[in-house]
Structure formats: C-alpha cells, structure tokens
C-alpha cells in the first residue's frame, strides 16, 4: 500500500483525515490465539500504523515486517539485563538479533527491560545501566549506533510528585539511578520513555478523578497555579510533570515519548471505567490530538510521540480482566471497537464508511458508529 493512503475519522461529528498518522501500538504476544506474524503484517500494514513496539526480539515478526515501512522498537526482557553488562553477549545479541535484519526490517531503537525502576529488584536496578552502556558499545562497534538507540521503559511510579505538572519530581531513592541515566540518554540522544495510564488514576479513584479529564472530552480542565498553564486531559499533565521531573535533574534537551498508553474493554465489577465506550473515547481522542501534531502544554511545539497499548487483546495475560482487554483488535483481526484505523481502497478491503462518531460529554455519551467494518479476515 502507498503512503499516500489518507485514514478518516470522526470524532465531535468532524471528519478527520490522517495521511501517514505515525501511530505507534505494542505488539504485545501473551496469548495462545493470535494470528502468524505475516498476517499480522499485512494487517499493520493497512491500516495508520508505522510504529510497533516488542517486548522480545520475536525473529518470526521481524521477518515478516521485511520491506515493509514499519519502524520497530524492540526488548531485552528483564531476565537477560544482566547477561547483557557482558560485552561480548551484548555484542552477540546485537549481531543475532538486530544486524541480520538490518535495513530490510527497520529496527531503530532497544528497550532494556521494563519498569525496572519501580521492580523493587536491586540488583536488577543497578544493572540496568550497565547493560545500555555495555549494548550501546556493542552498536557503537558495529557501526549501527546512528541507525539504533538503546533505551529503557519506565512506569510512572519513577515519579514522587506529579501534581501539579510544574512540580514533577523522581522519587529520591532512585535518584542516583535516574541521574546517570538521564545522562545517557543526553549524551547519546535516546529517548526517555514513560508508560502512562490516565485509566488507572480513574480505576483507582473514580468519585474525585474526572472521567471526561481522562477521556480528552471537554472539561475545565486543571490549572498549573506555578506556570498558569492549563490541561484539559490527564495525560498531557502527567507527561510534563515526567519532563518538569527531567528538567529538575538538570536535564532540558532529552525527548520524552510515551511507551504505553491505553484504556481497556472490559474490566471486573470493581475496575470502574472498564468499558467499550470508554476505551474508544480515549483512543478516539487521543488520535485526533495526534492528527493535529499537538503538543503538550509545557511542549507544546514537539507533537506528542505514543504507542498505544495494545494491538491485540492478550487471552494469557495473568491479573484482573481488564489486563486481558486493552486490544485494539480482537485475535481474529476485526475491531474491538472502531477509531478510524481501518483504511479503505485496500486490497481486500470493501471500501465502506469507518466512520466514529461521538458527541455528549462521557457523562451522557452517545456514540453513534457509522460502522460498515471491514471484513479484515478476508486478508488472510
């Protein structure tokens, strides 16, 4: 498919059009149903999605994603950090896992781990930066340090203080990790990646926490009483208190990008804000914000930068339902609900109406889907 495909949407009753919308959506695989990798692709494919996020090195997606235009971050599990301080492990796993797919399959960035900071593991804490300096060296000696950065994923429990955005701060036990850290990430222009859940603010909460504030529906909003700035919707205000936080530690010229974010599906009866609904307003919104290259508050000229979590719902996943429904689409490849990512004129595709419609605050939502969804299995 070309890139000059346009996806449209709408959202407020506007029809909105996004050509080449660089989303980003974890490719997550804790699950015994879903489809081959090549079909995966194909799917990925035809839709606006350009950026995938593993949490492995899976060889059968990498693979599959040769040719393509998808730009692929992929994982060093927490189990390996330590292997990897060795040189010549790193060096291994980089000429096994990154080097043979290069340039067909454009890898162009690795997470060591996740949350690792907020695992409570020590030891695995003091490896961590160990082993991206020991990989970067690797990449560095195999003449792929321009092509590929090393990073880690953090969970927004790095932060002491998040409120208000102005007063963002780590916790202090970990400033001794974050601080050298922030470092590589400023000496080698890697990106700093936080995984942010407006969603569970609002599970944790839901009689204080504003559900249109955390949806991206109209609401007041908050007020910065520091820097007068004004957030209408939760994830804006977390990210920046991420970069308030940076900005304290000395650092203003590290990229700050979102790693996860998502809304599930279904829940249990106590996980409030579980629901169909919910989860399209978020991600419905959330698109439209990134269509107009928006910027937070504090940012507000670096359009925001996000993989939605996740592609698929996850039938393996241990913990409360919610933790199995977060997908965008269901293992058979059609739409748990519909944002607009499906594209039309594609091979195999019935060129129908995807449109989505939404009016009313969530208060009183209304969601009228114009649906017409398109029969993705008759790709495969």
């Known amino acids: 498919m070309g890139d000059n495909r346009v996806i449209c949407f709408s959202v407020y009753g506007q029809v909105l059009q996004i050509p080449g919308l660089k989303l980003g959506i974890n490719y997550g695989q804790i699950a015994n149903n879903l489809p081959s990798p090549g079909q995966v692709s194909t799917l990925l494919q035809s839709v606006s999605i350009s950026n995938v996020k593993l949490y492995d090195a899976d060889q059968n997606v990498l693979g599959a994603f040769s040719n393509s235009n998808v730009e692929f971050i992929i994982g060093i599990g927490n189990e390996n950090v330590a292997n990897m301080i060795d040189p010549s492990q790193a060096q291994d796993w980089i000429k096994q896992n ?13 997470t060591v781990g ?94 204080t926490v504003s559900l249109d504030y955390c949806l991206f529906q109209p609401n007041p909003g908050v007020t ?13 205000a977390q990210l920046d208190s991420v970069y308030s936080a940076i900005k304290a530690m000395g650092y203003g010229d590290i990229d700050v990008r979102v790693s996860e974010t998502g809304w599930p599906s279904k829940g249990d009866a106590d996980e409030a804000g579980a629901t169909t609904m919910n989860a399209a307003l978020y991600n419905g ?12 508050p504090l940012m507000p000229s670096t359009p925001i930068n996000i993989y939605v979590f996740a592609l698929f719902n996850e039938d393996l996943k241990p913990g409360p339902t919610s933790e199995r ?44 889907s114009s649906v017409g969804l398109l029969i993705l299995t008759a790709l495969f």
Do not use: W
Not at 121 to 139: E, F, K, V
Not at 224 to 236: E, Q, R
Not at 287 to 294: D, G
């Open 224 to 236: 910065d009483p520091a820097t007068n700035l004004n957030y209408d919707n939760m994830l804006y």
């Open 285 to 296: 919104n959330l698109l439209k914000r990134m269509e107009m290259n928006q910027g937070t």
């Open 114 to 207: 996740n949350e690792v900071l907020s695992s409570n593991d020590t030891s695995l804490i003091s490896n961590l930066l160990p082993a991206m300096q020991s990989l970067h060296g690797a990449l560095v000696s195999l003449g792929l340090d321009q092509q590929v950065n090393i990073t880690t994923a953090h969970s927004l429990a790095v932060l002491a203080n998040s409120y208000p955005p102005s007063s963002g701060s780590f916790v202090q036990n970990l400033a001794q990790y974050i601080q050298p850290l922030l470092d590589f990430h400023s000496r080698t222009k890697s990106p700093f990646l936080i995984n942010v859940y407006p969603y569970f603010a609002y599970k944790g909460s839901p009689d």
């Open 325 to 368: 429904n977060y997908g965008l689409f269901y293992p058979n490849n059609t739409p748990v609900y519909n944002i607009g990512l499906l594209g039309s004129g594609s091979p195999g595709f019935s060129p129908l109406s995807t449109s989505f419609l939404v009016t009313g605050s969530s208060s009183r939502q209304m969601v009228v």
């Open 98 to 110: 990154v080097q043979p797919f290069l340039p067909r399959t454009k890898i162009t960035c690795i």
